[in-house]
């Protein structure tokens, strides 16, 4: 089993920045590629970005490409989405997921954090 926990979530104005983490533990050589997505209210979950093990490869929304950027550290097995002008419909719980499969377009993955709250006001 791998635990994911998000961090980072808050209220910030429109264009402002913040940076989610989520940290992994337990068997974390599962955790291939991971993601993040996010589900705002009466909204389906939906895919923002994801990265490859290696932190090589990035994918992302088109609504988030130029403003947000995915990163990993995994010495310290955590990942980061830096979020740059910020904007209200980016409004939304966003969750990390990890799964050892490699294809970054997939948007099944075995393992989910609990999520943390972006608020963002006009």
């Known amino acids: 089993q791998v635990q994911l926990v998000e961090s980072g979530g808050g209220l910030v104005q429109a264009g402002g920045s913040l940076r989610l983490s989520c940290a992994a533990s337990?068997?974390?050589?599962?955790?291939?590629?991971m993601g993040w997505f996010h589900q705002a209210p009466g909204k389906e979950r939906e895919f923002v970005a994801a990265i490859s093990m290696n932190g090589a490869i990035t994918y992302y929304a088109d609504s988030v490409k130029g403003r947000f950027t995915i990163s990993r550290d995994n010495a310290k097995n955590t990942m980061y989405l830096r979020m740059n002008r910020l904007k209200p419909e980016d409004t939304a719980v966003y969750y990390c997921?990890?799964?050892?499969?490699?294809?970054?377009?997939?948007?099944?993955?075995?393992?989910w954090g609990q999520g943390t709250q972006v608020t963002v006001s006009s």
């Open positions: 997921a990890a799964d050892l499969g490699p294809d970054l377009t997939n948007r099944n993955y075995n393992y």
């Open positions: 337990g068997r974390t050589f599962s955790t291939g590629r």
